[in-house]
């Protein structure tokens, strides 16, 4: 059965660093694109990075390009999204996605309708 479970969340300073893990289950990494979203109250979930199974291909939005990196283990089959220099709008429910494709979809990698499995998320808190 396809799972996908996140780790490593929880409260952190600002200027900080945090290391969030998706471990899969079910299926390889190999042949699927794995993305981080993440949602804050009020706000709509939000489309963070993805790396392409096929090649590690990775893509980031703009809001936390240069700050976060997206990198996978396929001995572990898992996927980490490392924080720096967090701040506190980096606070919300971060939750890794994974979609049954070679790539990052060009068309949209970053929208929630592109994943068909997800994990329950993990709690961000950025805040001194």
């Known amino acids: 059965q396809v799972q996908l479970v996140e780790t490593g969340g929880g409260l952190v300073q600002p200027g900080g660093s945090l290391r969030l893990s998706c471990a899969a289950s079910?299926?390889?990494?190999?042949?699927?694109?794995i993305a981080w979203f993440r949602q804050a109250p009020g706000k709509e979930r939000e489309g963070l990075s993805c790396?392409?199974?096929?090649?590690?291909?990775?893509y980031y939005a703009d809001s936390v390009k240069g700050r976060f990196t997206i990198s996978r283990d396929h001995a572990k089959n898992t996927v980490y999204l490392q924080m720096n220099g967090v701040k506190p709008g980096d606070t919300a429910i971060y939750s890794c996605?994974?979609?049954?494709?070679?790539?990052?979809?060009?068309?949209?990698?970053?929208?929630?309708?592109?994943?068909?499995?997800w994990g329950r998320g993990a709690q961000v808190t950025v805040s001194s």
């Open positions: 996605a994974a979609d049954r494709s070679y790539y990052c979809s060009g068309y949209g990698w970053w929208a929630s309708s592109e994943y068909e499995y």
């Open positions: 790396i392409s199974g096929s090649d590690g291909s990775t």
């Open positions: 079910g299926f390889t990494l190999d042949y699927y694109s």
